[in-house]
């Protein structure tokens, strides 16, 4: 133990060293208000990955996080997902739900937004050379250049963690301020799941929801509706929308659609196996 955290700690003074960070107050620029946000997100990226990799039995998949640059017009992948007997890749994105964004509908129920956007607009210039790329019109491309594509990847992953965080007003802080309906929900979720309620907080990072990014496109087969005022088609115009909702019924702790909890990943993915342009992977297994 005391050898492994050594090791940890080296990297972190190393990655000082070679950043010029101060080392003494690195907690204090991980914890500025514009910094947490991209912090958070990219954890939340190695939190999903141990998570199937705990989940996903390792006789039949490869879960791990490849080490590639994206390139312009090729998305990144945040996971991979390695399926051994056929050896095609799942691309999975991570997103965490939007800030604040936990909602108790009249009728009882309950929505959750999930942010699931670029971190960059689509600049005139890069729109014309993308739609070339995919095979989009730049016109289309240019009333959903903040939008993704459900060719982008082929699973989003989330956690409804950030939807009960706020900022506080008066100190820019980044607080942990569930409503009392909020509390409420995660109570009667965590005992579905029979987890702790004795850690909220720490559940509520625990409860990751997965879905097929087909299933979160805006198309005719699905019941999402395109928001973008310029949309020509705003119920097949096929983009992924920027929060799309995780809707859970009044008292009812499964989501009505398109999400999955976490730990039925499994299937989610050999549905996604059916897919006929999935990755091959090219390395030893």
């Not at 997902?81 to 050896?87: D, G, L, N, S």
């Not at 210039?125 to 959903?144: F, Q, R, T, Y």
């Not at 942990?176 to 990072?205: R, V």
Request: charge should be positive; charged fraction near 25%.
């Amino acid at each position: 133990m005391l050898e492994n955290n050594l090791t940890w700690i080296e990297k972190i003074k190393q990655y000082c060293l070679k950043y010029d960070i101060p080392l003494s107050y690195l907690a204090e620029i991980l914890n500025e208000p514009k910094v947490i946000p991209m912090v958070r997100g990219k954890a939340f990226e190695f939190s999903a990955l141990l998570r199937l990799q705990q989940i996903l039995p390792t006789t039949e998949w490869i879960v791990d996080k490849p080490a590639v640059n994206a390139q312009f017009g090729l998305h990144d992948v945040d996971i991979r997902v390695i399926h051994k007997p056929t050896r095609k890749i799942i691309r999975v994105e991570c997103k965490l739900a939007g800030k604040g964004n936990f909602r108790l509908q009249k009728d009882g129920s309950t929505a959750i937004k999930v942010k699931c956007m670029r971190s960059r607009t689509l600049g005139t210039a890069k729109v014309a050379e993308l739609s070339k790329k995919i095979g989009i019109s730049e016109a289309l491309l240019s009333v959903h250049n903040d939008q993704y594509l459900p060719t982008d990847f082929d699973a989003v992953i989330t956690s409804i963690g950030n939807a009960f965080y706020e900022t506080n007003d008066e100190t820019d802080a980044y607080e942990w301020q569930p409503s009392k309906e909020g509390i409420h929900f995660l109570e009667q979720l965590a005992s579905f799941h029979n987890e702790s309620i004795t850690h909220l907080q720490k559940f509520a990072y625990h409860a990751m929801y997965i879905a097929p990014s087909a299933d979160l496109a805006i198309t005719t087969a699905n019941p999402h509706i395109c928001t973008r005022t310029k949309c020509a088609d705003k119920q097949n115009c096929g983009f992924i929308p920027n929060y799309p909702i995780i809707k859970f019924p009044a008292n009812r702790y499964i989501p009505t659609e398109t999400w999955h909890y976490i730990n039925e990943s499994n299937n989610v993915f050999h549905r996604i196996l059916q897919k006929t342009d999935l990755r091959l992977y090219q390395g030893e297994i």
